[in-house]
């Protein structure tokens, strides 16, 4: 039967009405969101998942609820704890003095006239560049013991180890930190002649790392510390902050150093063993006047330090590796918890150690424009849960930091280099993405904002742009020579990056941000059945590329491909838009192969029946012992050792 007009004006009206109600009804639901995350505080921070973080004709990234249900898992109920001493210590770091409390002695099971206590000074060892070893780094010599007699004694050491004990029993060992003038005596005379005394807008620069986390872990595990960086302190939050490398040493490089890894081996790491001569932006702002600060709370894992990189002398004037090496020597534990972590070094949280060492730093030079890089790792470096035991910790010192009045002439980074890359969680397509994007915030003096606005401009609108860590360099660069306040003092071009200072385009595409496109997050591909042909085939290829590689290593066993887990293919990435695309596939491929059982993860370009890789192989397993027969680190993460065979395997790895 025909509709009428009356029915269908009935329709329309139906559907109008319909139409009001829903968006009245969001209205509402919206207002009620609002009402409930001011009731309910840390627990709604997941409720602002949107569907995508980045939506830009250059760009757009999916976004997972950190309680999506294929990682819900992995939120604990109750954030990671553990105790690293119930007694109080015996000795203290109060400025250049160590402080002995022998009133505490009982604590330990002794009395006071038992105890003696005793210090020694740490000093690095440095090696001759000509007789260059790779573990050179790893040593240190400690000077003749002096007994502590008085309540309170002067120090003239960067460092000491202090053991305590009653006749033969060991009670106590712990390292303190002094910020010895002479380290940067030169450079506040010159800044206080130059410039008497007064920083004007002469910024220091505070970066403070965490190892592993993503933003999503973040807000997953870390909520207290997110939503006290977002509300309370107004930090800019970068959401599509895209890493541009597999691990922690090439992701720092491109920050601290604008290099790719191809430039960083090309420019400075011709051995690969040191970093010495590599152009690391603290060398800039030393020559500025600035006093410069390293501290890393693993010396074995590091991130300079990572798979026996190192410096032959020290790169900064207050470095605190001699120390940590020690402390990790004679003082680490891990509070009787299971697993490969560095949970304390005596009977501190050994992110609490870098956090208390910052403070000191912050505190000291109050004065004098600093750039200070900070690096924990210990903690969070093998388990996404373990993103939680560093919320309440980060939460205070941010805290302690925001009440010292430092950060009114300090820019903060508060950044991860990548999320989590071992695991159940990287099976999943959410895992993948959070690996991928580390969270990063950055926070200014409150004044900033008022006095550059069009900077501050850019730098909002930035936050909805895809940014990498050759942004990050560019803009450290820029804050040297104080490229905020107008464009006259902005550096030329600059090979990789832009500075935040700038607006970056919304068609910026991961080309364009020098993110390779194997850890580009930008989607545009469809997920695939695992059994697809091609998947196999770009499985099969990208063992053959391994074992290339790994042909200068007899120890290694030849790979072959066991399963392909999962894939996606889709066209090239340089816009989202599919007209501009290229004729040329690209396929992510996720597989395991044998010996081993080694679960890798890859992107390749597909052109007619050509492959090429587009960066490194990621494995996304952890391989403990398996490449023990062999020290090089790149290839360390694919190799299976020959001699782990059984005399029964197969001979077709013969």
């Known amino acids: 039967m025909p509709k009428t007009k009356g029915h269908r004006m009935i329709i329309l009206s139906s559907v109008v009405t319909s139409t009001i109600v829903l968006l009245l009804y969001q209205t509402l639901f919206s207002r009620r969101n609002s009402i409930e995350f001011q009731e309910c505080g840390l627990d709604c921070l997941r409720h602002d998942t949107k569907p995508f973080i980045l939506t830009t004709p250059g760009c757009t990234i999916p976004d997972f609820d950190p309680m999506h249900p294929s990682v819900a898992k992995f939120r604990v109920k109750k954030p990671k704890n553990y105790t690293c001493s119930r007694r109080r210590p015996l000795t203290e770091a109060r400025g250049l003095s160590l402080v002995l409390h022998r009133g505490r002695a009982e604590e330990y099971g002794v009395l006071e006239e038992q105890l003696m206590c005793e210090y020694q000074g740490i000093v690095r060892v440095e090696q001759n560049p000509d007789n260059f070893t790779m573990d050179c780094d790893k040593k240190f010599s400690l000077k003749e013991k002096v007994l502590?007699?008085?309540?309170?004694?002067?120090?003239?050491?960067?460092?000491?180890?202090?053991?305590?004990?009653?006749?033969?029993?060991?009670?106590?060992?712990?390292?303190?930190?002094?910020?010895?003038?002479?380290?940067?005596?030169?450079?506040?005379?010159?800044?206080?002649?130059?410039?008497?005394?007064?920083?004007?807008?002469?910024?220091?620069?505070?970066?403070?790392?965490?190892?592993?986390?993503?933003?999503?872990?973040?807000?997953?595990?870390?909520?207290?510390?997110?939503?006290?960086?977002k509300d309370e302190l107004g930090a800019l939050d970068f959401q599509a902050f895209n890493k541009v490398a597999d691990n922690t040493n090439p992701n720092m490089a491109a920050s601290l150093m604008g290099l790719t890894e191809k430039e960083l081996t090309e420019t400075c790491q011709p051995k690969r063993t040191k970093f010495d001569d590599c152009p690391l932006i603290w060398k800039n702002f030393s020559d500025a006047g600035y006093i410069t600060v390293y501290g890393e709370d693993d010396p074995y894992s590091g991130s300079f330090h990572y798979n026996r990189y190192g410096f032959l002398k020290e790169p900064t004037d207050f470095y605190n590796r001699p120390y940590m090496l020690v402390s990790h020597s004679y003082t680490r534990h891990n509070a009787g918890k299971k697993g490969s972590f560095v949970l304390c070094l005596g009977g501190e949280k050994s992110i609490s150690v870098i956090h208390d060492y910052s403070l000191a730093v912050a505190d000291t030079f109050r004065d004098t424009p600093y750039i200070a890089y900070y690096w924990n790792t210990g903690i969070t470096h093998d388990e996404v849960e373990w993103a939680s035991a560093t919320d309440v910790p980060s939460l205070e010192y941010l805290r302690k930091l925001n009440e010292s009045g430092v950060l009114d002439h300090t820019i903060l980074f508060f950044i991860s280099d990548h999320g989590i890359r071992f695991g159940d969680i990287r099976q999943t397509y959410a895992g993948l993405l959070e690996e991928r994007l580390p969270y990063f915030f950055v926070?200014?003096?409150?004044?900033?904002?008022?006095?550059?606005?069009?900077?501050?401009?850019?730098?909002?609108?930035?936050?909805?742009?895809?940014v990498s860590n050759f942004d990050f360099h560019v803009t450290l660069n820029d804050i040297l020579v104080r490229g905020y306040e107008n464009d006259t003092k902005s550096l030329p071009a600059i090979l990789h990056g832009q500075s935040l200072f700038k607006e970056i385009p919304d068609s910026r595409s991961c080309e364009d941000a020098t993110i390779p496109e194997h850890y580009c997050t930008c989607e545009r591909s469809q997920q695939v059945e695992a059994g697809h042909p091609r998947l196999r085939k770009a499985a099969e290829f990208v063992v053959n590329q391994l074992n290339y590689g790994m042909a200068v290593f007899p120890e290694c066993i030849q790979l072959r491909v066991s399963e392909v887990i999962r894939g996606r293919m889709g066209q090239s990435r340089k816009s989202v838009r599919p007209n501009e695309a290229p004729k040329t596939n690209t396929i992510s491929v996720t597989f395991t192969t044998l010996p081993g059982k080694a679960a890798m993860e890859a992107t390749v370009r597909q052109y007619q029946e050509n492959f090429e890789l587009t960066a490194d192989v990621s494995r996304i397993n952890k391989y403990g012992n398996q490449s023990h027969c062999i020290s090089d680190p790149f290839y360390a993460r694919y190799c299976y050792c020959?001699?782990?065979?059984?005399?029964?395997?197969?001979?077709?790895?013969?």
């Open 443 to 466: 926070l200014f003096p409150p004044w900033f904002r008022e006095k550059y606005p069009e900077a501050w401009k850019s730098l909002s609108t930035n936050t909805k742009r895809l």
């Open 148 to 229: 502590l007699t008085d309540a309170i004694t002067t120090i003239d050491e960067d460092g000491v180890f202090v053991t305590c004990h009653s006749n033969v029993r060991k009670l106590y060992e712990t390292v303190h930190y002094f910020l010895q003038p002479r380290r940067s005596e030169a450079k506040r005379k010159l800044f206080q002649e130059k410039y008497g005394g007064q920083r004007g807008d002469m910024l220091s620069v505070l970066i403070m790392g965490i190892d592993s986390v993503s933003r999503a872990n973040m807000r997953r595990n870390m909520p207290k510390t997110f939503h006290f960086l």
């Open 642 to 654: 020959r001699d782990l065979l059984p005399s029964v395997f197969p001979t077709i790895y013969a």
